[in-house]
């Protein structure tokens, strides 16, 4: 009987040191507690893609942009958009305006927007706006849906409140989607701070500028309060800003690209270039197609100018074919620093 007792003491007590060991094991501390979720937070993060709200400014160097090889600018190729720093959609590819007359200005827009473009890149400086206002008041198309650059230009800096108001009136669609500083001049940073106003005030709902490159950048975006939602420069194959665009970019900053077929006196040379045909005559596409689609590839929103309708809509049909990795660096390889206007 005694052994029978101590036989089962001595199991109870196995059973009650195994049951405790069980149990701390299990037990988290507060340290493992924290990573878990921490984890858990970061994979729902990983999951959407998304860290904040698009509505918000995104800080220097911490844009999704950069985050994926395959679509540094961070464009949605399903809406043909991309959304910029300041919560807006943009179209990631429209039509240019320069050098356009007030009539083959809003014949072109007209076109463009009847293609099921919608974005529509305009200036003081081209002396068009009154057009590009009058096809968009003119056209079925609600005004939500088309989005509308315009630019300030340096003989306005001195009084920008004014040159804003300008705009508005000349328009005339009852808000401006996008205004640009035209190129570095005196009294840029007083006028992108009235710009800045004209937000507060809803008047216009993205800022940015054009023809500005990592010097000017360094010393402007320290002055300012918005960062720009927008750097429009010059490029195309034979000046590819292969420094210029990555830096931009980095800063959660849409780059658009003006000239894509080099400008006039070297469309010819750029359209016909031997590499560019094959990759095009490989594809069953345009010259012109290939370059556009190989800026969209490097996350450039395009803005080709052209007043022929067919050319409007061709400029517009680059989601039927994708430049492979081969082809997009026989493009890089065409680069030259060669720029074809003094901006």
């Not at 005694?2 to 299990?26: D, E, H, I, M, Y």
């Not at 890149?121 to 706006?129: I, R």
């Amino acid at each position: 009987m005694k052994r029978f007792f101590a036989l089962l003491l001595t199991l109870t007590l196995l059973f009650a040191l195994s049951a405790c060991g069980q149990s701390a094991g299990n037990a988290s501390t507060p340290s493992q507690t924290a990573e878990s979720s921490e984890q858990s937070s970061l994979a729902d993060t990983e999951a959407d893609g998304t860290e904040g709200t698009f509505s918000e400014p995104i800080d220097a160097g911490t844009s999704a942009a950069n985050d994926s090889g395959d679509n540094p600018g961070n464009f949605n190729l399903e809406t043909a958009t991309v959304t910029l720093n300041s919560g807006y959609e943009m179209p990631i590819m429209g039509l240019g305006t320069y050098s356009l007359s007030d009539e083959e200005c809003y014949n072109s827009v007209t076109a463009l927007l009847e293609a099921g473009g919608r974005l529509i890149d305009t200036a003081y400086m081209y002396h068009n706006e009154a057009a590009v206002g009058r096809a968009v008041r003119d056209s079925d198309v609600p005004r939500e849906e088309i989005f509308v650059i315009t630019k300030l230009y340096p003989s306005q800096f001195d009084d920008p409140e004014a040159a804003i108001q300008l705009a508005l009136d000349t328009l005339d669609i009852g808000y401006i989607d996008m205004m640009l500083l035209h190129h570095p001049g005196t009294g840029d940073v007083e006028a992108y701070l009235a710009m800045e106003q004209a937000v507060a005030d809803g008047t216009i709902h993205s800022i940015g500028l054009s023809n500005w490159y990592i010097e000017e950048l360094e010393e402007f975006l320290p002055q300012v309060n918005i960062t720009p939602a927008l750097v429009q420069n010059e490029i195309h194959p034979y000046y590819q800003e292969p420094d210029v665009v990555p830096y931009i970019q980095s800063l959660g900053i849409t780059v658009q690209g003006w000239y894509p077929f080099g400008g006039r006196g070297h469309t010819s040379e750029l359209l016909g270039d031997e590499t560019i045909s094959a990759i095009a005559e490989a594809h069953g596409v345009t010259s012109a197609q290939v370059i556009l689609r190989w800026n969209l590839q490097r996350g450039v929103v395009v803005i080709p100018g052209s007043s022929n309708p067919d050319h409007i809509r061709e400029n517009l049909d680059l989601f039927g074919f994708e430049l492979t990795d081969e082809e997009m660096a026989q493009i890089a390889a065409l680069n030259r620093d060669e720029k074809h206007d003094w901006y």
